[in-house]
């Protein structure tokens, strides 16, 4: 017998859409890990706080997201390890990755976070170029 359809309220996400990166707002970090396991999407976490540069804020993302070592040492790497590796593993699901807490600091300013952030949104039209969707959510500290 078949399940019945989720109706479009029950449906996690759905007002948000599906390639994007934004402010976290009014969404719980438990409630977007809830959503993309009931998607059947990958969650990806980090909380940035304890970072102070742009090195703290790569070697974090890399440990937190589980990637190899290589990650941890440029923007460049970080945008690769979200993009083709991925893309030529498999078949994906879909993505709902959280940056909690990015710094403000004098060593990570405010250019700093937008080119972290362009990362994502970078990887947001990769994956929506291959009909993937790439939700990313994040807060400052």
Same mark, same amino acid.
């Given at each position: 017998?078949?399940?019945?359809? #989720?109706? *479009?309220?029950?449906?996690?996400? %759905?007002?948000? %859409?599906?390639?994007?990166?934004?402010?976290?707002?009014?969404?719980?970090?438990?409630?977007?890990?809830?959503?993309?396991?009931?998607?059947?999407?990958?969650?990806?976490?980090?909380?940035?706080?304890?970072?102070?540069?742009?090195?703290?804020?790569?070697?974090?993302?890399?440990? #937190?997201?589980?990637?190899?070592?290589?990650?941890?040492?440029?923007?460049?790497?970080?945008?690769?390890?979200?993009?083709?590796?991925?893309?030529?593993?498999?078949?994906?699901?879909?993505?709902?990755?959280?940056?909690?807490?990015?710094?403000?600091?004098?060593?990570?300013?405010?250019?700093?976070?937008?080119?972290?952030?362009?990362?994502?949104?970078?990887?947001?039209?990769?994956?929506? *170029?291959?009909?993937?969707?790439?939700?990313?959510?994040?807060?400052?500290?």
């Amino acid at each position: 017998m078949q399940s019945p359809l #989720q109706k *479009d309220q029950e449906i996690p996400l %759905r007002n948000v %859409r599906a390639n994007i990166v934004q402010s976290i707002r009014a969404f719980r970090v438990a409630d977007l890990q809830e959503a993309a396991k009931t998607l059947g999407h990958h969650f990806l976490y980090a909380n940035l706080a304890h970072a102070q540069t742009k090195q703290d804020i790569l070697d974090l993302i890399a440990s #937190q997201f589980t990637f190899p070592a290589h990650v941890g040492k440029n923007f460049d790497a970080l945008y690769d390890s979200m993009t083709d590796p991925l893309h030529k593993s498999g078949p994906q699901p879909g993505f709902v990755v959280v940056l909690e807490q990015i710094p403000a600091t004098p060593k990570f300013d405010k250019e700093a976070r937008e080119q972290l952030l362009d990362i994502f949104r970078d990887a947001a039209e990769y994956w929506a *170029d291959r009909k993937i969707p790439f939700r990313c959510f994040y807060s400052f500290l």
